[in-house]
């Protein structure tokens, strides 16, 4: 029987499988991270206030929302290899429209573009990974998180440096390089998705939803779309105001942005660990709950004791990245298929993400008007206990549909 021109064919080497799905995860971030370090800096040389620069750092959560509502059908019609390489085409233009020197306009328009760029790429990997991985999803996962936030702790810990250099609009541009030379590196699949189509001669390029019950209507997509939405809006809050929370309490510019870098760069302990522990256990429930428990002890460091900062940025990085790759991890295991897990990225990342966009919004406008991060991080301690009880449902061993 053949196979939907969405499913295409794998590749003779896993290694090389593997590979391409990492240089895929390696760009997924720093496009994005290396903003944070640098939020105060744009302010000031564009003039533009904590809430405008709160909506400068929502934009890739909405973007993320909205693109993922939409690109499961795209993989369906064009195929996931294609539609990922030019996910990454447009990343880099995206990337360079956003490091002109054309003011607000640019800065906006092109993070709006590369923002839509990494959201096919969030979508479809977790997709990739379960057609091309379907007994190693919780390894591979960790070690596709674990690139991924490897990636953004660079980008975080070497932006301030890098833009006392060479200026902050050819820092946030540096990137565009990467996503070029991954493009080259994924194309080397798209041989195989022609000879795949090729075979499937007579199926229509546009296929139809696979079969199957409405995610919609799935108690349990809804659980992992609520947990994915918490901890994607607790993770873009502090990606662009945790230097700000920082420098209030007296850190360097240059030291915020060491450990916001450190605040990512722990989660590649936290991705390989927890897809570990993931790979062996039949319920995920304890390891979400224990990594919201971690998280809530960052948070309230953070609040209680600011002086003791790098510890929290450690303590709650490590838990953030973990949060990641579970959110990633539920979609894949819940699903049954690389169509199902398509669909349910779709909707947990499309619905989750919007959601979370409200993070770094909310945030730099309740600064404004109370100018203290005190209740900024209060709220994120709620946020930390409701994903808690929202992940005791959605680690359950049990299918969306």
Same mark, same amino acid.
């Given at each position: =029987? ?48 904590? &809430? ?79 057609? +091309? ?5 919780? %390894? ?6 674990? #690139?991924?936030?490897?990636?953004? %702790? ?9 833009? %006392? ?15 070029? #030379?991954?493009?080259? #590196? ?5 041989r195989s998705a022609r000879? +795949? ?25 809804? $659980?992992?779309?609520?947990?994915? &939405? ?15 929370? $920082? ?16 605040? $990512? ?17 039949? +319920? $995920? ?16 460091? =953070? ?5 003791? =900062? ?38 947990a990342q499309g619905v ?34 409701? =994903?808690? #009880?929202?992940?005791?449902? %959605? ?7």
């Amino acid at each position: =029987m053949s196979r939907a021109p969405w499913s295409s064919a794998r590749h003779p080497s896993q290694l090389m499988l593997l590979v391409s799905v990492l240089i895929v995860a390696a760009n997924l971030r720093p496009a994005i991270t290396a903003v944070g370090p640098l939020i105060e800096r744009i302010g000031d040389d564009t003039g533009l206030g904590p &809430a405008a620069l709160g909506l400068l750092g929502a934009i890739p959560a909405m973007g993320f929302g909205v693109v993922a509502l939409f690109v499961a059908a795209a993989g369906r019609r064009w195929g996931l290899e294609r539609t990922i390489f030019f996910a990454l085409l447009f990343l880099a233009a995206g990337t360079l429209l956003r490091s002109l020197p054309l003011g607000g306009f640019s800065l906006f328009a092109g993070t709006i573009l590369l923002s839509a760029a990494i959201g096919v790429g969030n979508v479809l990997v977790p997709a990739v990974v379960k057609r +091309d991985f379907p007994g190693r999803v919780p %390894a591979v996962t960790g070690l596709y998180t674990a #690139v991924l936030v490897g990636c953004a %702790a660079v980008a975080s810990g070497t932006a301030v440096p890098v833009a %006392a250099a060479h200026g902050w609009e050819l820092t946030l541009g540096a990137s565009a390089l990467l996503a070029l #030379v991954s493009a080259g #590196v994924w194309s080397t699949r798209l041989r195989s998705a022609r000879r +795949d189509a090729a075979s499937a001669a007579g199926t229509p390029l546009l296929t139809p939803e696979p079969p199957g019950g409405s995610m919609w209507r799935s108690a349990v997509a809804w $659980q992992v779309t609520g947990y994915f &939405a918490l901890q994607s809006g607790i993770f873009y809050l502090m990606l662009t105001w945790f230097p700000a929370i $920082q420098t209030s309490h007296g850190f360097s510019e240059a030291s915020a942005g060491l450990w916001l870098g450190a605040y $990512q760069a722990v989660g590649i302990a936290a991705s390989l660990v927890v897809g570990a522990v993931m790979q062996r256990a039949a +319920d $995920q429930r304890l390891t979400l709950l224990a990594l919201a428990g971690i998280m809530l002890i960052g948070v309230l460091g =953070m609040l209680l004791i600011p002086s003791a =900062m790098p510890a929290w940025a450690v303590i709650a990085g490590f838990a953030s990245g973990g949060n990641l790759l579970v959110g990633l991890t539920l979609i894949s295991m819940r699903a049954r298929t690389s169509a199902e897990a398509s669909r349910l990225s779709g909707m947990a990342q499309g619905v989750g993400y919007l959601l979370a966009a409200v993070g770094p919004l909310l945030a730099g406008t309740l600064f404004e008007v109370t100018e203290s991060w005190s209740p900024v991080l209060w709220i994120t301690v709620a946020a930390i206990l409701a =994903m808690a #009880v929202v992940g005791s449902f %959605a680690g359950r061993r049990v299918d969306v549909l």
